[in-house]
């Protein structure tokens, strides 16, 4: 069982039971923010798709209530926030963000550095596969556009983040973005800072950039546009990417432009520009160790995040504050890898 707290702008479906929300945004105002926690049974390890919403509580309006965060203000456990990819319905990101909770919790780093409290971040994607863009064209297209609408509510979320920061003493606050929620994030990091030009100190201790669906050269857009200035709300920025991620090699047709998850940045060999002090980025071409099957999951070569122990365990050590081992450096590329070359399984 796993507790996760969640914000959302998704708008709340009509109906009887536990809340349910759809695949639409609610509008740009203070209040279109909707939190509560959830409960979350059945969570297998060994089934990435496993997880059962047993219970939702009471949703508060505009922010977390005292009563949704006193669990997490009162825990010694360092929190990550996760934000999902598309193709996810409201009941696949809360599920996702505990199956990411348990295999967190599994990589039993010294001294429990690996228990998180999570917090999900949950924006208006729809169910569909995201391993066949091409087939559903629609269906991503409209997940963009909610990813685009959804940068104003981040804001909001990231205001609750400021404040509950001041509230957690030295531990560590990390960000895990999947997928399309990094096109969200880079949305909203531009507006972020457009709105805030004298920031605090960064929020997140590490940020974590998995499989991202955002443009390649998103570090480097002038005028301070999408996340050129995720380094002043991250002290560590780490970017995970991979040339065999079906989805990305299928959003470079559709958005006609390479893909931050695909190859990471076109300079990213540029040390002066990408300070070692702030960026890494990890090559996880060639996995080899998927815990699902194709036929289980035909995206796995995009989830890889969380379908591969070896990629886990990564990010385990990254969003702990630890240093990784990995499989070797190149410093003419500028990247890590963990696995050796040949053909992906």
Not at 31 to 56: E, F, H, K, R
């Amino acid at each position: 069982m796993a507790s996760i707290l969640f914000a959302t702008n998704r708008q709340q479906k009509a109906g009887s039971g536990l809340p349910d929300f759809g695949d639409e945004p609610l509008p740009e105002n203070p209040s279109s923010l909707i939190c509560a926690a959830a409960t979350v049974d059945a969570i297998d390890i060994g089934q990435p798709s496993s997880g059962t919403i047993s219970a939702i509580s009471p949703l508060n309006i505009g922010g977390f209530s005292d009563a949704q965060l006193a669990p997490i203000i009162a825990s010694p456990n360092d929190i990550l926030v996760f934000v999902h990819g598309a193709a996810n319905s409201f009941r696949d990101a809360i599920t996702r963000a505990a199956y990411n909770r348990t295999w967190l919790a599994a990589a039993g780093l010294p001294g429990g550095r690996s228990e998180f409290d999570v917090i999900a971040f949950t924006w208006p994607s729809r169910s569909y596969n995201i391993a066949n863009v091409i087939g559903d064209y629609f269906d991503y297209r409209h997940d963009q556009r909610s990813a685009r609408h959804s940068a104003y509510h981040f804001g909001l979320f990231l205001q609750q983040l400021v404040a509950l920061n001041d509230r957690i003493g030295n531990r560590r606050l990390n960000l895990l973005c999947h997928s399309m929620g990094n096109y969200m994030l880079g949305g909203a990091v531009e507006l972020w800072f457009s709105n805030n030009p004298t920031p605090p100190p960064p929020l997140f201790d590490e940020v974590v950039l998995a499989a991202a669906d955002e443009k390649a050269t998103t570090f480097a857009i002038p005028h301070n546009g999408r996340l050129s200035n995720l380094w002043r709300l991250g002290r560590e920025i780490t970017t995970y990417y991979n040339t065999d991620d079906i989805a990305m090699l299928l959003s470079h047709v559709v958005n006609q432009n390479f893909r931050l998850g695909y190859d990471g940045p076109p300079n990213r060999s540029d040390t002066r520009f990408f300070s070692p002090n702030v960026y890494e980025f990890v090559d996880c071409s060639n996995v080899n160790d998927f815990i699902s099957s194709k036929l289980e999951a035909p995206d796995r070569t995009h989830q890889y995040y969380r379908q591969s122990p070896t990629v886990r365990a990564d990010i385990a050590a990254s969003l702990a504050g630890l240093t990784p081992t990995r499989l070797r450096y190149d410093p003419v590329a500028n990247a890590y890898f963990l696995f050796p070359p040949g053909f992906t399984a």
